[in-house]
């Protein structure tokens, strides 16, 4: 009794809270990253005043929210304001526990053989927060910013899941564990399914409410959208579990597409046997390239927010509905047919070719353009 006490349950929580904190200082870290890396893209300072190069900023921040006077808009439906800024945390921190962050058993929380439909599942539910925290502000620029959340977030789902199909199909499992092992026996899933990773990255910012597609929350067109009657801790908490979502959206692409806690292909290279075989260094090893692989993602997040504009909402919607969509079924019509016909291993050179010319055409020196002179007659 004891020893499945500690296997079903002691075990698990213990490993879900040093999760759960290391997470949590993701988070406040990437509040102070995002700013200084702003600040050096687009050559201004960021937080410079509190601490080395503003390091304790991530200390103020939770103590200013916390002192903050809270206000609460008279005319609100209080009931579904307070549960605005809670509903798209949990769902975040529940699904931390599905997450693999290493070779397990140790470095995974819990192992379930329909683990990414479960995350699907409860992330999905995040946008209910949003829309019920626009809604009970009672607010005309909250409202917009929620009804801009539903159309989006309800819009970008579509191509989310639909691009995990391809991976499901090659894959043959809902597993993340058995997803991973595949790619490292054969190649990570991002070359024979290059046009899933695209769409699924293109569909979790958008998920993540994150430039260019920040449309609920435009501070130009709705002052700050979903939460402009939110202030101190409730507005914390909308931070928060965007933070959290970014984490977790990160966790998957890397999980999916790009090997998860392995640094191999075709056998060879730091496999989980090779992890294993070092024993609980080889497990911190793997989830050192783990948390190394969603840093980069996490860092692709605030490039893109100091690089592109945000789209009008009219191209938000078309391209989720006219592009991403018809995309992801074609991508998966054409993997059935390469697992009919047996060449999967096709697709690696597909994904090869394609990444090679998206390469060539993104560094192709620029033409100097032709400068005419005139002269005076």
Known sequence: MNKALMTYLVWPV???????????????????????????????????????????????????????????????????????PMLPLLPAFVV?????????????????NVGLLLILALTSTAVYGIILGGWASNNKYSLMGGLRSAAQMVSYEVPFGLSIVGVLMITGSLDLVTIVRYQEINAWNFLPQIVACFIFLVSMNAENNRTPFDLPEAESELVAGYHTEYSAMKFAFFMLGEYSMMIVNSSLIVTLFFGGWTLGMFGFGLTTEVLKGMGLLGGLIGATIFFVKVMLFLLMYVWFRATFPRFRF?????????FMIPLALANIFVTGIFILLGQERLMYWIGIVTIALAAFYLFKPKRAAAQKVVHAS
Do not use: H
């Open 14 to 84: 213990a490993k879900f809270l040093i999760a759960f904190i290391i997470v949590q200082v993701i988070v406040a870290a990437m509040n102070w990253i995002e700013r200084r890396l702003l600040g050096l893209m687009q050559a201004r300072l960021g937080p410079n005043r509190v601490g080395p190069k503003g390091l304790l900023q991530i200390i103020a921040d939770p103590i200013k929210f916390i002192l903050k006077e809270d206000i609460v808009p008279s005319s609100a439906e209080k009931v579904a304001y307070y549960l605005g």
């Open 314 to 322: 009219d191209q938000l919607m078309d391209l989720g509905w006219k």
């Open 96 to 112: 931390f526990c599905l997450i693999p962050y290493g070779p397990p058993p140790t470095f995974t929380v819990t192992r379930v």
